[in-house]
């Protein structure tokens, strides 16, 4: 991530506190993982992050056991569903056809 999409989402997260949540795993007092997950508007962002020196041993699966979110969604419309289905429809033909990503930026 560059230094311009953490600027972005630091300003976000400094705009809508209320709608950003947070789990911290820590060893002593030293952050080796974290959980976020947003909400904006019709839309919710998760992610999970372990620092390098200390993947691959259980702390994302602690961290997931550890953590519970929920969220109320709409019902799905006509509209969503389709908008859905395109995306899906989307990454399909980009993953058998590659070149198509440079003709759809």
Not at 18 to 41: D, M, P, S
Not at 54 to 65: D, F, L, P, T
Not at 88 to 95: E, P
Request: hydrophobic share 45%; net charge neutral.
């Amino acid at each position: 991530m560059g230094h311009q999409a953490v600027d972005q989402l630091v300003s976000r997260l400094i705009s809508n506190p209320k709608n950003n949540y947070f789990l911290v795993a820590k060893i002593n007092v030293r952050w080796v993982g974290a959980i976020h997950i947003a909400t904006h508007e019709q839309e919710a962002e998760f992610g999970v992050i372990v620092a390098l020196q200390y993947r691959k041993q259980g702390i994302a699966n602690v961290m997931m056991e550890d953590s519970e979110a929920n969220l109320q969604l709409e019902p799905p419309t006509p509209a969503t569903f389709f908008k859905e289905q395109m995306i899906v429809a989307r990454r399909y033909w980009l993953s058998v056809f590659p070149y198509l990503q440079f003709a759809s930026n």
